[in-house]
């Protein structure tokens, strides 16, 4: 894994409506385990949905100003180009296009969302596509519906770099800090005059544009 292709790719996808020092700190928590890039992927919301409160583009802006001065987590763009439901599936088939039969792609997603994983949309599919990385934290257990169970059966039992070697299918437990930051909390805050320093990075209060949809 010495050329940079060939480093897995994990993928975080979330409204990020905003960004928040959670979301960052649990994505570089998995690049740096995984030895990974991470790409954060807003999802489009579809018209029939609950909308974000800022718009696909401010989102995007709030992003990229949250991402200045690394370069191991990404904005990608993918979801917001394609029209409909944001689904992972498809995510990961354009991804796989593009990266080749080969490379280590990792899907991270919460613990919560992990449970409720057999109510996506071709749930059994992502492991043909990607890996599944689990962020968990320390001493919380990972509660598994038996129709789970039975998926991920077997899936864990490798060494992270022989998983790492291999390009999908392996369900990785990836133990991150749990910082108690929501987009919810931070919206709150905004609207009520207040502002989230500490929650967001320092980057999102310099341009007073960026959380103006919020205020
Ligand atoms: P909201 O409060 O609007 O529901 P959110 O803060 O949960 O938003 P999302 O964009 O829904 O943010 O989250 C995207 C992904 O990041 C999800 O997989 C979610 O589990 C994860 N995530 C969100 N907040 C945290 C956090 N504080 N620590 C770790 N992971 C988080």
Sequence with gaps: M?????????????????????????????AELLGADVHLVP?????????????????????????????????????????????????????????????AVVLLVGADAFSGLPSWHRWRDLFDLA??????????????SPELAAQTR????????????TAAGAVIDIQVSALEISATHIRDELAAGRQPRYLVPSSLLADPLLLAPYC
């Design 2 to 30: 010495t050329d940079h292709q060939e480093r897995p790719l994990a993928i975080l996808g979330g409204t990020f409506d905003p960004v928040h020092l959670g979301h960052l700190r649990v994505a570089w928590e998995a």
């Design 43 to 103: 999802a489009n919301v579809p018209p029939h949905r609950p909308q974000p409160v800022a718009s696909a583009e401010q989102r995007v802006a709030i992003l990229r100003a949250a991402l200045q001065g690394q370069d191991r987590l990404v904005l990608d763009q993918r979801e917001l180009r394609r029209q409909g439901p944001s689904y992972s599936v498809d995510t990961l088939i354009e991804l796989r296009n593009e990266v080749g039969p080969s490379r």
């Design 131 to 144: 890996h599944i990385g689990v962020l968990s934290r320390a001493g919380h257990a990972i509660t598994e």
């Design 154 to 165: 077997g899936r864990r039992n490798r060494g992270l770099s022989a998983v790492l070697k």
